[in-house]
Each structure stands twice: as structure tokens, then as C-alpha cells.
């Protein structure tokens, strides 16, 4: 598929291609240059439930209300050392 760089040095991705890859206006590219080629890859964030059953657990998952209090608690903590 051809495409033009405007002035401004910016292409547009058809509407085709952009959907087939499931990208919108916003969403991150990565740009790879290899010698005389260009290569945009789509970047999709993971969300976090994606990484359930990761890694092993040895405690129950208190919820995440319990987990946002102790990342708080630990980084008030910690910025008050490096103070």
C-alpha cells in the first residue's frame, strides 16, 4: 500500500489498516528503521488482569483496595528516608 509523507513529516495509516490491526488515533507506534525500510509495529499496553496465574502465589490476594494501601504505605515510607 503507498502512502505520502506531508510537509509536516507525518503519514496517514488508512482506515483499512488501522483497523485490521485494531489501532487508533492516540495509540503508540513503534517506528524500526533498518537500512532503507521503515517499520511501524502497534504497541498494546497489557492490562494488568492479563498477568493473572503468572506467577506462583503463597498468599491469598487480599483485593486490590488492600494492595493500593500498602503501596502507599510503603512509598510514604520510603520518601520519607531518602528526605
Do not use: H
Request: hydrophobic share 35%; with cysteine.
Amino acid at each position: 500500500m503507498k502512502v505520502k509523507l506531508t510537509p509536516d513529516g507525518q503519514v496517514e495509516i488508512p482506515t483499512q489498516v488501522q483497523q485490521q490491526l485494531g489501532i487508533q488515533a492516540g495509540d503508540e507506534l513503534l517506528l524500526v528503521c533498518t537500512g532503507t525500510e521503515i517499520l511501524l509495529r502497534a504497541i498494546k499496553p497489557k492490562r494488568l488482569s492479563e498477568f493473572y496465574g503468572v506467577l506462583p502465589v503463597n498468599i491469598p490476594y487480599p483485593g486490590k483496595e488492600s494492595v493500593r494501601q500498602q503501596a502507599g504505605e510503603t512509598f510514604w515510607r520510603e520518601s520519607a528516608t531518602e528526605s
